[in-house]
């Protein structure tokens, strides 16, 4: 049974699903930051996916960086892996403006988080919700 790591439900936003992976939005509005997380249990690295669900983890990647690529119009997509903190396999995402608070540095511990507020989520989501249309379910919550 698939449960998510309570590190990503307290620090994360659920956005929606892909067929194979949740995608939360970190919940520090000053990067739009996005974690997929492939929904099969005790899987902590990509190679012990099985080959079908590395295709689809890899689909599902690049669907959502090209995505947030043209809906934020991001100067770069940082992409990650890490699990040092929360070893449940999971996938970042984040959108960089070279006028970010952060660059050109990583935006791990480099800033104290800033919560969304509901019009700045809403208007994040919505963003989103105008590029990815297509292969993703939005939670209830986003539904239009």
């Given amino acids: 049974m698939f449960n998510l790591h309570s590190q ?7 956005i929606g699903d892909f067929e194979l992976s949740t995608l939360l939005l970190m919940n520090d509005r000053q990067f739009p930051w996005f974690i997929l997380v492939p929904r099969r249990e005790d899987v902590t690295e990509i190679f012990q996916l099985d080959q079908e669900d590395r295709v689809q983890l890899l689909n ?10 043209d809906g934020f119009a991001a100067h770069k997509i940082n992409v990650a ?9 999971h996938i970042h995402h984040i959108v960089r403006y070279r006028e970010d608070p952060a660059w050109p540095a990583p935006v791990w511990g480099k800033l ?19 590029v990815l249309t297509a292969n993703f379910t ?3 919550r986003f539904s239009r």
């Fill in 138 to 140: 939005y939670a209830e």
């Fill in 8 to 14: 990503l439900v307290n620090d994360g936003i659920w």
């Fill in 60 to 69: 599902e990647s690049c669907w959502l960086a090209e995505a947030l690529k």
């Fill in 112 to 130: 104290p988080p800033v919560a969304y507020g509901e019009e700045q989520l809403n208007e994040c989501v919505s963003r989103l919700q105008a």
């Fill in 81 to 89: 892996a890490l699990g040092n903190m929360v070893s449940q396999l």
